[in-house]
């Protein structure tokens, strides 16, 4: 079992900024493959980025490359999003997911998941 927490989402307005964390515990975090998923009102919930297990490997949504980088410390069994450039359609609930070893985009190759943080971008 891999439990995740994730912390650092808030109101921000447009072009700003914010830092995502996705704290977990439970089983080896250098096993698992990370990714971020956001999900707006009345929207299914999306793939934004993903990490593979090694941090060598990274993927991103059309929508955010450019301006989200994604990272993780495996020494501190963290992971991050680090948000620049945000813009309102940005705003939506972000999870954190993990599977083992690779990223995939679709959110049913995940096997654990957050329970969430809100970001609201402002125009």
């Known amino acids: 079992q891999v439990h995740l927490v994730e912390s650092g989402g808030g109101l921000v307005q447009a072009g700003g900024s914010l830092r995502l964390s996705c704290a977990a515990s439970?089983?080896?975090?250098?096993?698992?493959?990370m990714a971020w998923f956001r999900q707006a009102p009345g929207k299914e919930r999306e793939f934004a980025a993903g990490?593979?297990?090694?941090?060598?490997?990274?993927s991103y949504a059309d929508s955010v490359k450019g301006r989200f980088t994604i990272s993780r410390n495996n020494a501190e069994n963290t992971m991050y999003l680090q948000m620049n450039g945000l813009k309102p359609e940005d705003t939506a609930v972000y999870y954190c997911?993990?599977?083992?070893?690779?990223?995939?985009?679709?959110?049913?190759?995940?096997?654990?998941w957050g329970q969430g943080t809100q970001v609201t971008v402002s125009s």
């Open positions: 439970g089983r080896t975090f250098s096993d698992y493959a």
């Open positions: 990490i593979n297990w090694s941090g060598g490997s990274t």
């Open positions: 997911a993990a599977r083992y070893r690779d990223v995939y985009r679709s959110l049913n190759r995940y096997d654990y």
